[in-house]
Structures are given as C-alpha cells and as structure tokens.
C-alpha cells in the first residue's frame, strides 16, 4: 500500500478527517489575519491595490495551501502518535516549521509583517526578492516533507482502512 493510500485511509476517519478540516480553517483564518494585519481597516480590496493582483492572488492561494497542509499533516501527527502509543512500534516526528515560515511570509510586503516586526524587522518582506513568497514556497515544501515521512511511518505501521477507523474511534 503507498503513502497516498495510507494517508487517504487515515483521513477517511471522521476524527482524523474533522481534525484535519478545522486545523485549516483556523490555520487559514490566522494567515489570513497576519496578511492583512498591517492594511487598512483589515480590507482584502485594499491589500490587492497596494501589492497588485497577482501577487495578492499567490499570496492568498499559498496560505490557503499552506493551511490544508497544515491540518493535514496534524491529522497524519495524531494518528502515527497514537498508533505509538498503543503499539508502541511506530515512530514519527511532525515539522511545525512550514507554518511557522508560512506565518512568517503572511504579511504585505509594503506595509510590513505583523510577525517579523515582533522580531524587530518589520519590512524584511519588502527586502525579500518575491516579497515572502520565497518563504510560503519554503513553508509548502516542509509541509509537503512532513506529510511525506509521516506516511512513511505510518507504512510500518501497516495501516490498513479497517485499522484507521476502528484502532482508533
């Protein structure tokens, strides 16, 4: 069985599945709030008109992608995690630094990053050659990464549909 399949077992569980579907909203909702947390009265209008529309485009597309990553490879952590537990022979480690970096790279270049100004470099997106999407692209691929080794781990764990839905109910 491959890592797709392992991965599509897992999240055919309604827990797993709810898991990863309210990780994204919540994790899309506060990249989207860091994105426009330094842009008047919070508008998407107004951060479209000031970094231009295919920047803003790639900026709101990246988060969104980088929030479904995020709640699903959460819901792949929990799973390996608790198979770990019960059967103690599987092991897996998560990568919170795709969102982190994600995080980071949400902000307008212009206008500064709410998160990078906590560090005290609030323009370091204007400095940036794409203005942060550098970072979202680095943040999709540790995502990405993750979700690859944590389906790699759960393939030692044998993961069958049966296993997914009722191991762990």
Known sequence: MGRT????????????????VATAGISFFAL?????????????????????????LLSLLSNAFIAVLF?????LMLFVFGQSKKLGVCAGSGNFAGIISG?????CPMCGSLLFALVGEPLALFFMPFGGLELKAVSIVLLAASIYFLSADMKKCKVTAGQSKQGLA
Not at 32 to 56: K, P, R, T
Not at 71 to 75: D, H, K, Q, T, V
């Open 32 to 56: 989207h709030f860091l994105m426009l947390s330094n842009v008047a009265d919070y508008s998407i209008v107004v951060y479209f008109q000031m970094s231009g529309f295919w920047f803003s």
């Open 5 to 20: 399949q392992n991965m599509l077992n897992v999240l055919g569980n309604g827990k797993y599945l709810l898991t990863a």
């Open 103 to 107: 995080a980071f790279a949400s902000g």
């Open 71 to 75: 709640g699903i490879n959460l819901a």
